[in-house]
């Protein structure tokens, strides 16, 4: 058994940093077998110009004490350009609407994008929000704006899930400067996954989860395209489970935090980003079917889950830009297929590879949930003759 989070009792952790100090293990280097090929980090960074920060915070141990903790959040942070502002096309799915992701009604009218996609525990949402904006206009995103250069109003994106298990989430200990310190952290380059940023505290099919993501590849005559997901993963029960077609929650039907759970409840996030060049409504589908690889894990969407995706492409610079007519590429909709399917192969391996990272995890009342154990996931696959050689 990896360190419990109980081994940090008393102590404060804050953790901000998107780059593992180690190299960590993931599901490819278990033999988990996934469809397609991977870009060179298995992230959503692969996509050229997307920056991941986290903020992790984890305080105290023991019987909850409002306000005072025991505390497992965070703040995950996506830029799709960095910090310039250039708004890129988007489109947004909920698939059961359990959740919150502000913003999306300006997503739907306009098509784009404005800025950061932030995610943290369903009772943050609004410091994060509030944070947002401080943060664009301290770094002057105002002065991007042709014609308009002392007017500037944001719609910010910010998604949810819970995190309460574990947290002391009604204690409100995310604060301005948590979400700061997330897209300060912000950069290119491998991305943390596991029990960081906004996935500290969450769970997953009954397993420890939370941050996770993977990429893929798709060639083409004059070069290739890149898609790669990020998910927060906090939905599921476990006698539905599945990897790689396997029936996980029946091969491992122990390790429970508490009774199990007899539906779905919790949420999933799913932040997609593409560098083919696709326009809004080409970019709902893409995040529609992220749906499929929540399928593909035995998740069936139930009442009490939230589960929200956004889909956004970095092709287009400037395209929102607001003096001229712009001209804009896009794929026709009949090329739109092996980018569907790269959105479920991504979407899917992100989701393995947050169970993967994650580690046992002890929060308020010492409520435990535990990792999801390496050699017990590696012989339910050998058993069904779904083990594969480990990738390095």
């Known amino acids: 058994m990896r360190t419990a989070i109980a081994f940090f009792a008393a102590s404060v952790i804050l953790f901000s940093s998107s780059l593992a100090a180690d190299a960590p293990v993931r599901a490819r280097d278990l033999g988990v077998p996934f469809d397609g090929t991977p870009g060179p980090l298995n992230a959503i960074t692969d996509v050229a110009g997307v920056e991941v920060g986290h903020k992790t915070i984890i305080k105290g141990s023991g019987k909850l004490k409002r306000g005072k903790g025991p505390v497992r959040t965070g703040v995950t942070a996506i830029l799709p350009r960095g910090r310039t502002y250039d708004p890129v096309f988007a489109g947004w799915h909920a698939l059961n609407g359990n959740g919150e992701m502000t913003g999306t009604t300006w997503i739907t009218e ?20 509030d944070a947002v904006i401080e943060w664009q206009v301290k770094n002057k995103f105002y002065e991007a704006l042709p014609g308009e250069p002392d007017v500037f109003w944001s719609l910010p994106v910010v998604a949810e899930t819970w995190d309460g298990d574990l947290n002391d989430i009604n204690g409100f200990h995310v604060t301005k400067k948590d979400a700061f310190d997330a897209l300060d952290d912000a ?7 596991g029990n960081v940023g906004g996935g500290t505290g969450m769970i997953t099919h009954e397993f420890k989860g939370g941050i996770g993501t993977a990429s893929r590849v798709i060639a083409k005559d004059d070069g290739a395209f890149t898609i790669g997901a990020l998910v927060q993963s906090n939905y599921g029960v476990r006698r539905t489970m599945r990897i790689a077609g396997v029936p996980i929650g029946e091969e491992i039907a122990d390790l429970l935090p508490g009774n199990p759970k007899t539906d779905e409840q919790g949420s999933i996030i799913v932040v997609i980003a593409t560098d083919a060049p696709l326009l809004p409504h080409q970019l709902r589908r893409v ?9 593909r894990m035995g998740s069936y969407a ?3 889950s ?7 492409s970095t092709a287009n610079s400037k395209a929102a830009y607001r003096t001229a007519n712009q001209k804009v590429d896009f794929v026709p909709n009949d090329s739109l297929g092996p980018i569907f399917l790269a959105a479920v192969e991504a979407t899917e391996e992100a989701i393995v590879n947050a169970l993967v990272a994650a580690e046992t995890m002890t929060g308020i009342n010492g ?4 990792e999801l154990p390496h050699d017990r996931l590696q012989a339910a696959l050998k058993k069904y ?8």
């Not at 779904?386 to 990738?391: S, T, V």
Request: proline share 7%; hydrophobic share 40%.
């Open 302 to 304: 139930s009442n009490g």
């Open 306 to 312: 939230g589960d929200i995706f956004i889909a956004f």
């Open 367 to 370: 409520y435990t949930v535990h």
């Open 110 to 129: 306009s098509g784009f994008l404005e800025g950061p996609v932030m995610i943290t525990n369903t009772h943050s949402i609004g410091v994060v929000h």
């Open 385 to 392: 003759g779904r083990l594969g050689e480990p990738q390095q």
């Open 187 to 193: 950069r290119p380059g491998p991305v943390a996954e």
């Open 287 to 295: 995040a529609q079917r992220a749906s499929l690889a929540l399928g």
